[in-house]
């Protein structure tokens, strides 16, 4: 079993930045790969980047490449997105998954334990 808590959402203007933390608990974080989603109001839940177990290999949706960033300290069991040069599109509420899968996956179904989410809203 995993817990995920997501941390660190908030309101930030169009062309901002903004970092969210997502915290697990147990001694078998590094097992996981690990994912962000989002999900906007009246849209399906949406894959927006993942990262290996190690973290030395990163996956990430078309839409976000080039400004989000993913990252993860095993030793803190924390996983991070840093989100750079942020869109009013980019508002949505923010989930981080651990999946058993070997390779990062964008496919929600490969995820096991999924956080409560965290709010992002982009201002325009």
């Known amino acids: 079993q995993v817990q995920l808590v997501e941390s660190g959402g908030g309101l930030v203007q169009a062309g901002g930045s903004l970092s969210v933390s997502c915290a697990a608990s147990?001694?078998?974080?590094?097992?996981?790969?690990m994912g962000w989603f989002r999900q906007a109001p009246g849209k399906e839940r949406e894959f927006v980047a993942a990262?290996?177990?190690?973290?030395?290999?990163?996956l990430y949706a078309d839409s976000v490449k080039g400004r989000f960033t993913i990252s993860r300290d095993n030793a803190k069991n924390t996983v991070y997105l840093q989100m750079n040069s942020l869109k009013p599109e980019d508002t949505a509420v923010y989930y981080c998954?651990?999946?058993?899968?070997?390779?990062?996956?964008?496919?929600?179904?490969?995820?096991?334990?999924w956080g409560q989410g965290t709010q992002v809203t982009g201002s325009s």
């Open positions: 990262i290996t177990r190690s973290g030395s290999s990163t």
């Open positions: 147990g001694r078998t974080f590094s097992s996981y790969v």
């Open positions: 998954a651990a999946g058993s899968t070997v390779v990062p996956r964008t496919q929600l179904g490969y995820y096991n334990y």
